[in-house]
């Protein structure tokens, strides 16, 4: 079956602009996870939507939000962008219920901010 | 709040057994996983293990798990050039909670 997709891969964008990234999850998974890569500060977890609402928020500004549609797709957007916020975002997909939890993660899109 | 910790690098030779260690705060955690990550792609699943176990073997990975003292460490046993990647060890409550990840361990594998 077809894994996580993220797009697009690739972003250059400027500062002060927004942008809008997709993640399609594996057919079945109803929770969508957010992470931001950076090589600083690793992984941190920016949040999680289940059945589209937000269900857990980690520790990032009002500038990054996000949203899941009824189709489990979920897109995050970050406004204001600053130099600060170029980074490898990943998206991961969960099956609830399922007894071994396992996360599946996309190939990520890699966002510079010039 | 909670916090995972690893080595930032680790050397072997190709045919050598790798010991990748984590340590960890959370004393509620319940599920343990070690992920891998090539260069320019998204994090691959390896292996995981619930809080009452002690150890895993998954053909060349075995994970032991140390609950008193927290720790956590992934063996892969004769390693290849192909293992060389960064690993990272994550812990989360529950289903519903978040993964939590250490900075990862850059393993280098020399032939």
């Known amino acids: 079956k077809a894994g996580v997709t993220q797009t697009p891969r690739y972003l250059i964008k400027t500062r002060g602009q927004q942008v809008t990234l997709s993640c399609s999850p594996i057919?079945?998974?109803?929770?969508v996870s957010w992470y931001q890569q950076t090589p600083g500060q690793g992984l941190q977890f920016l949040f999680e939507?289940?059945?589209?609402?937000?269900?857990n928020k980690g520790n990032f500004p009002g500038r990054f939000s996000g949203r899941q549609f009824s189709n489990s797709r979920s897109e995050m957007n970050v406004s204001t962008l600053e130099l600060g916020d170029s980074a490898l975002y990943l998206c991961?997909?969960?099956?609830?219920?399922?007894?071994?939890?396992?996360?599946?993660f996309g190939q990520g899109t890699r966002l510079t901010v010039v | 709040g909670e916090d995972v910790e690893q080595s930032l690098f680790l050397s072997v030779r190709e045919g050598d057994s790798s010991v990748i260690n984590c340590t960890y705060t959370?004393?509620?955690?319940?599920?343990l996983y070690w992920y891998k990550q090539e260069p320019g792609a998204g994090l691959q699943l390896l292996t995981y293990?619930?809080?009452?176990?002690d150890m895993k073997q998954d053909q060349r990975l075995t994970v032991l798990l140390n609950k008193k003292d927290k720790h956590l460490s992934l063996r892969i046993a004769d390693t290849q050039t192909g293992d060389s990647a960064i690993y990272f060890c994550?812990?989360?409550?529950?289903?519903?909670?978040?993964?939590?990840f250490g900075k990862g361990t850059r393993l280098s594998v020399i032939a």
């Open positions: 991961a997909s969960s099956k609830e219920g399922a007894v071994d939890t396992e996360a599946f």
């Open positions: 057919s079945g998974h109803r929770s």
């Open positions: 939507y289940f059945s589209e609402t937000q269900r």
């Open positions: 959370d004393s509620s955690s319940t599920y």
């Open positions: 293990i619930f809080s009452n176990m």
């Open positions: 994550a812990e989360r409550d529950s289903g519903n909670t978040p993964l939590v």
